[in-house]
C-alpha cells in the first residue's frame, strides 16, 4: 500500500491511515490503524502524545527485516497494529570524532537511528574507523539492529549493540531522554530492547580504528571442524563456521587481523569484483538451488556436494586481504529465506552443531531435506545486555538457514528449536530470526546458567530486570503487544 502510492505520486506520504506493512521475508503482515514516517524529534514526540490521549499502542519499525512477529499484535501471518512508525526519514549523520593519532582516544559516531548500517559503515569508513561486530547483512536499520541485540562475529567484542554509548529517545509520555553510560542500568536495558522502551532516534556508537583482515577460507571434514570451536574461537576472534547440509565437509572462514591497509583497487577492479560476486549471488546459484529444493527435494544432497559448497567457496576468494568492512559483508544479495538461531553457551557450540547435523541427517534417512541451505556459526563475547542472547556468557550462535518454498522447513525448524530447549540449558533464540516456543523463553534470561550452577557466577535475573526498567520507563504498556506480554510472560 505505501510501495504503491509511492510508486504512483513519486513521494512517499508521511501519514497512511488504514495502511498495511509487510516484512521483507513476506511471513508477517500488519494492518495498522495509521502509520507515520516523522522527519524530526517533534514530530515522533507529536504521534507519541496523540496515541497516549487516544488511548492507543505504538510499535516502531525499523527496515522491516525480522521474521519474528516484532511488529503487529500476534504471531499470526496476518495482524494488526495501533500506530506505527518508521524512522525512513530520519537517517542523517550528526557528528563523526576526527580520527586522532592518540592510540587511547575513542572514538564515536552520532547518527539517526533510521540510517542503515551499509551507509553507517561508509561514513566511518571515510573517517578512518570501523564498526564493531556488525551483522553480514548491511540494510538494517540502527535502531532494529540495536532492538534485537543483533551480531557479527568477534569472541573479543560483545554484539554490536553493546558499543552504543548513548541513546536519544521519546519515551511513552512523548517526552524526549537522553541516556548515557553514567546510568547502566538503562543502558543495559536499552541495548536490546525489542522496540518496548520508547521510539529511539538518535544513537552514539563506539568505533575502533579502520582494520584489515586475510579472509582465509578452509575446507575441512565436517567432524574437524565442528571440533574445539570454543577454543578455535580464542584463536581465531572471527570466524564462521558454514556447513553445507548433507555433505562430510564443512567451509571454515577466518577473518586475520593484518597490519596496514588493503590493497588499493581502481573503480573499475571494484566494479568487476562486486559483478562477478551478484552474478553469483543473485542469479547463478541461489535461483537453481531453490527449483531443486522445492521440486526435486531428493537431489538437495547432491546439489549441496557438488554445486553449493564450490560456489560458496569460490566467491569467498582465499588468503585475499580486505577491508575489515568489505570482508564481513560479504553477501550482496540475499535469496528469500528462513533462518532460525540459537545462541549457547561457547563450550556447548560443539554439541550444538553435532545435535542439529544428527537432526537434518534423521531427516535426510526419511526422504526429507527441510535444511535447504546451510547452517551457520559465529562466536561472540559476553554481552551486558539484559535482553541480549549473549547476555552474561561467551557465545555461540548456531543458525539455519532454508529457502523459502522448501517443503517441510517449519515442522523441521520448530523440532531444533524443542531440542535446543531440552539440551542446552540457556540456549535462547535471536529475536528477530523464527521461533514460536515464546513461553519457554523466559526462563532462560533468569534461570541460572550453567556457570552460575557451578559457582562462578552469582544468579542473575536478567529478564526480571529489564521489565522492571519497561515498567518505569512504560507503566501502561504503550510499547507492548500481546505477543510481546506472552514473550516475557506478564498480563
Ligand atoms: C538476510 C538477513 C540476514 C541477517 N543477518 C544477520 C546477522 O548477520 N546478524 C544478526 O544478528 N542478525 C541478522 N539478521 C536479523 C536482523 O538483525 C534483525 O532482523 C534486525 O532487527 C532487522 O533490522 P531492521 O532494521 O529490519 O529492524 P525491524 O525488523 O524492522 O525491527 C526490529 C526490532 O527493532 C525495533 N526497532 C526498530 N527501530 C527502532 C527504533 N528506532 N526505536 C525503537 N525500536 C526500534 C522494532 O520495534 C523491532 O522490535 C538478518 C536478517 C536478514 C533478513
Known amino acids: 500500500m505505501i ?27 500488519v494492518r495498522a490503524d495509521v502509520y507515520f514516517e516523522p522527519r524530526t524529534k517533534g514530530e515522533i514526540q507529536d504521534i507519541v502524545r496523540r496515541a497516549k490521549a487516544d488511548g492507543k ?49 575513542v572514538p564515536t559516531v552520532v547518527a539517526e537511528a533510521g540510517m542503515d548500517l551499509g551507509t553507517l559503515t561508509d561514513v566511518v569508513e571515510a573517517a578512518g574507523l570501523a564498526l564493531v561486530s556488525p551483522t553480514v547483512i548491511p540494510f538494517l536499520s540502527l535502531g532494529g539492529l540495536i532492538g534485537v541485540g543483533a551480531h557479527g562475529s568477534d569472541t573479543q567484542a560483545p554484539p554490536f549493540p553493546d558499543h552504543v554509548v548513548r541513546f536519544w529517545f521519546v519515551d511513552a509520555d512523548g517526552n ?27 544513537v552514539e556508537i563506539r568505533c575502533v580504528h ?40 564443512a567451509l571454515v572462514r577466518t577473518y586475520e587481523y593484518t597490519p596496514g591497509r588493503a590493497p588499493t583497487r581502481t573503480l573499475a577492479q571494484r566494479f568487476v569484483k562486486r559483478a562477478a560476486k551478484l552474478v553469483l549471488q543473485k542469479w547463478l546459484g541461489p535461483p537453481g538451488l531453490v527449483i531443486v529444493t522445492r521440486l526435486l ?5 547432491f546439489f549441496m556436494e557438488h554445486f553449493a559448497f564450490n560456489l560458496f567457496k569460490i566467491q569467498g576468494g582465499n588468503r585475499q586481504i580486505e577491508r575489515s568492512a568489505e570482508a564481513f559483508h560479504y553477501v550482496l544479495n540475499y535469496p528469500q529465506l528462513h533462518d532460525m538461531s540459537f545462541a549457547v553457551d561457547a563450550h556447548l557450540a560443539d554439541d550444538a552443531w553435532r ?72 540456549a535462547r533464540p535471536h529475536w528477530g530470526k523464527h521461533f514460536w516456543d515464546v513461553d519457554r523463553i523466559r526462563q532462560t534470561y533468569d534461570r541460572p546458567t550453567q556457570a552460575m550452577v557451578d559457582g562462578a557466577e552469582a544468579p542473575a535475573n536478567h529478564m526480571s530486570t529489564f521489565l522492571e526498567v519497561r515498567q518505569e520507563l512504560d507503566p501502561e504498556g504503550r510499547f507492548l503487544t500481546p505477543w510481546l506480554r506472552r514473550v516475557f510472560g506478564i498480563s
Open 3 to 29: 510501495g504503491w502510492f509511492q510508486s504512483i505520486f513519486g513521494k512517499r506520504p508521511l501519514q497512511v491511515e488504514r495502511a498495511r506493512w509487510r516484512n521483507w521475508a513476506g511471513n508477517r503482515r
Open 57 to 105: 499502542r505504538v510499535r516502531v519499525v525499523g527496515n522491516s527485516y525480522s521474521w519474528s512477529p516484532l511488529i503487529g499484535d500476534t504471531d499470526q501471518e496476518q495482524s494488526s497494529a495501533e500506530v506505527l512508525i518508521c524512522l525512513k526519514r530520519m537517517v542523517d549523520l550528526v557528528r563523526i570524532t576526527p580520527h586522532r593519532a592518540d592510540p587511547d582516544f
Open 176 to 202: 524526549e531522554r537522553v541516556v548515557g553510560e553514567d546510568e547502566p542500568r538503562l543502558m543495559r536495558a536499552l541495548r536490546a530492547n525489542l522496540g518496548c522502551l520508547g521510539v529511539i532516534f538518535q
Open 210 to 249: 579502520d582494520f584489515t583482515v586475510r579472509v582465509i577460507n578452509e575446507t575441512q571434514p565436517r567432524l574437524q571442524a565442528f571440533d574445539s570451536l570454543e577454543q578455535k574461537g580464542h584463536d581465531h576472534p572471527h570466524m564462521s563456521v558454514f556447513w553445507f547440509p548433507y555433505t562430510e565437509k
Open 297 to 301: 527435494p531428493k537431489m538437495t544432497p
Open 355 to 426: 545435535y542439529f547435523v544428527r537432526k537434518a541427517n534423521e531427516y535426510a534417512a526419511r526422504n526429507q531435506f527441510p535444511l535447504s541451505m546451510l547452517a551457520h556459526s559465529r562466536q561472540v563475547a559476553a554481552s551486558d545486555s539484559y535482553l541480549s542472547p549473549a547476555v552474561g556468557r561467551q557465545t555461540a550462535y548456531v543458525e539455519i538457514l532454508a529457502y523459502r518454498g522448501t517443503p517441510g522447513w517449519e515442522a523441521f525448524f520448530q523440532d531444533v528449536e524443542q531440542g535446543f530447549y531440552d539440551a542446552f540449558p540457556g
